[in-house]
């Protein structure tokens, strides 16, 4: 049987389209899987860049919560070494009115000196004046003194008085007296350990 060279040339033209048509159809079908799996690299790639930079943040968030915990124990170390005056003035004055009981005594201070020294502590002096001319009234005053919170932290100077005279008041007596209070100086802060990879 002879096969006319049309026919050879139309299977050989058949089986060309073909061939080329799966090579295209292969072609499609693995660049197109190549494409999308490019695709969810760089998707992937893309979540765990984002992912290292909350890492690195939360990390910095870490070393910053550490470093705050460092910084508030140091502030109360020196929170506790400090003293409170507005608390000391506040305690002093409540010891002076004495809720208004006159009959123990009827103090008040005339100024107040502050004098400072790192080395021995803050010195105040109070001179006052105590209305009357008794004596016990004195003593209660100072009594008070050593009654109050302060006191611990305080040395008192001992108690004298001079009796002042003025025709013009009443009453016309008055005892004066001078108070010394020495604070001890307070307990030198705690300094703080430096943070890990800091000089």
């Not at 124990?73 to 002076?96: G, H, N, P, Y």
């Not at 209660?140 to 003194?145: A, I, K, S, V």
């Not at 108690?159 to 009453?171: A, E, G, N, T």
Request: hydrophobic share 40%; with cysteine; net charge neutral.
């Amino acid at each position: 049987m002879t096969v006319s060279p049309a026919r050879v040339v139309a299977a050989g033209f058949t089986g060309a389209v073909l061939v080329s048509a799966s090579l295209g159809w292969l072609g499609m079908v693995w660049f197109g899987d190549l494409a999308a799996a490019e695709e969810r690299l760089v998707e992937a790639e893309s979540r765990l860049g984002n992912m290292q930079k909350q890492l690195n943040y939360q990390a910095e968030l870490d070393k910053n919560k550490k470093e705050y915990a460092e910084r508030v124990q140091t502030i109360q170390e020196i929170a506790k070494s400090r003293r409170l005056w507005s608390k000391f003035c506040d305690e002093l004055i409540d010891i002076v009115n004495n809720n208004g009981d006159t009959e123990r005594h009827l103090a008040w201070f005339t100024a107040m000196n502050v004098k400072s020294d790192p080395k021995s502590g803050v010195t105040i002096t109070i001179p006052g004046i105590v209305q009357g001319d008794d004596k016990s009234k004195i003593a209660n005053l100072h009594e008070d003194l050593e009654a109050a919170s302060f006191a611990a932290e305080v040395d008192k100077s001992d108690p004298s008085f001079r009796l002042d005279v003025d025709k013009k008041k009443v009453p016309a007596a008055a005892l004066s007296f001078p108070l010394s209070l020495q604070f001890k100086p307070p307990a030198p802060p705690v300094k703080a350990a430096p943070a890990k990879g800091k000089k």
